[in-house]
């Protein structure tokens, strides 16, 4: 379990993993209210990818992100 500081080399890392092996990635994110932090996570079963934020800016950035991988998947 990886996680990442920086939301650049996440968002890379995420797509990365997902160019390689698109049908077993699995994306989740997680919101705690009491501690006001979003979780993201991605997955393949063997590399898990994770990045954690209490920053109102990175909800755009997933924004963008998913946007990106919904693009991916459709065009599959």
């Known amino acids: 379990m990886t996680y990442f500081n920086s939301w650049d080399e996440f968002a890379k890392s995420v797509e990365r993993l997902y160019s390689v092996n698109p049908s077993k990635c699995r994306f989740s994110?997680?919101?705690?209210?009491?501690?006001?932090?979003?979780v993201l996570k991605m997955t393949d079963d063997i590399v898990c990818l994770?990045?954690?934020?209490?920053?109102?800016?990175?909800?755009?950035?997933l924004e963008k992100l998913t946007g990106t991988l919904m693009r991916h998947i459709a065009s599959s």
Not at 50 to 55: C, E, F, G, K, R
């Open 29 to 38: 994110t997680k919101y705690n209210h009491t501690n006001g932090k979003l």
């Open 50 to 61: 994770q990045y954690s934020t209490d920053q109102a800016q990175d909800v755009k950035r």
